[in-house]
């Protein structure tokens, strides 16, 4: 069974700062989605990135980076110029390209941004 | 385009009662989740649907949880004879199609309290 294991339960950074969030999976697959979403305290799920695993090149989306390293199965996310709404709970997860697959969450790292 | 919308929002039941949360998917989405939030845990897999089908059950505890996705209206999770370790939150999510395996897009969230 895949597993995603988020080693910082908690994380905080300075406002206008950049922070590291680490994820590791374990899959035998080689075709596959891994996803970062937020959830702030209204506790909606929103997803901040996306990277497909046959892509070589990381994914970005504006301050939001990630640090995709296949062999390792390692997913970093990486925030740049911190802001104060970026503090919310942080969720790696993974699912694999086939039908109907679910979404496999790990345990989540709690960010907080000081100002 | 709504998103996934869940109802209700919050539920509180007493010991024993029974729960029944509510999930429309997006539209044209055809395929539902449901996971369960327990309190400063991640995201657990419950249950994945089409219409008229269950397809994967395998995070559905054995007793009291079912869930059901008709050709006609929103799909149901339901909690017969509730206890408190049932207090959770349930969210839903859901997919435009099986094979292509992208992010799923969640719901906010249905908080459940039992006394």
């Known amino acids: 069974a895949q597993t995603v294991t988020q080693s910082q339960p908690e994380m905080s950074v300075q406002e206008a700062e950049t922070v590291t969030l680490s994820c590791t999976y374990d899959?035998?697959?080689?075709?596959?989605?891994l996803f970062w979403y937020k959830q702030p305290p209204s506790r909606q799920m929103i997803l901040v990135i996306r990277?497909?695993?046959?892509?070589?090149q990381n994914a970005t989306e504006n301050r939001f980076s990630v640090n995709f390293q296949k062999a390792a199965k390692s997913f970093s996310l990486k925030i740049s110029d911190s802001q104060l709404g970026d503090a919310a709970m942080y969720f790696c997860?993974?699912?694999?390209?086939?039908?109907?697959?679910?979404?496999?969450f790990g345990e989540g790292t709690q960010l907080t941004v000081n100002p | 385009n709504a998103g996934v919308m869940q109802n209700p929002r919050h539920l509180v039941r007493r010991r024993g009662q029974e729960a029944r949360l509510r999930c429309s998917p997006m539209?044209?989405?055809?395929?539902v989740y449901w996971y369960r939030q327990l309190p400063e845990e991640g995201l657990k897999f419950m249950v994945y649907?089409?219409?008229?089908?269950?397809?994967?059950e395998s995070g559905m505890p054995k007793e009291r949880f079912s869930a059901e996705f008709p050709k006609e209206g929103p799909s149901i999770l339901r909690i017969q004879q509730v206890v408190r370790g049932d207090s959770a939150a349930y969210f839903c999510?859901?997919?435009?199609?099986?094979?292509?395996?992208?992010?799923?897009?969640f719901g906010e969230g249905s908080r459940l309290t039992v006394l």
């Open positions: 649907l089409q219409k008229e089908n269950i397809i994967d």
């Open positions: 997860a993974y699912r694999e390209e086939t039908s109907g697959s679910r979404l496999t």
């Open positions: 899959t035998s697959e080689s075709d596959y989605y």
């Open positions: 990277q497909e695993a046959y892509k070589q």
């Open positions: 539209k044209g989405h055809s395929h």
């Open positions: 999510a859901s997919s435009p199609r099986s094979k292509i395996a992208g992010e799923l897009f």
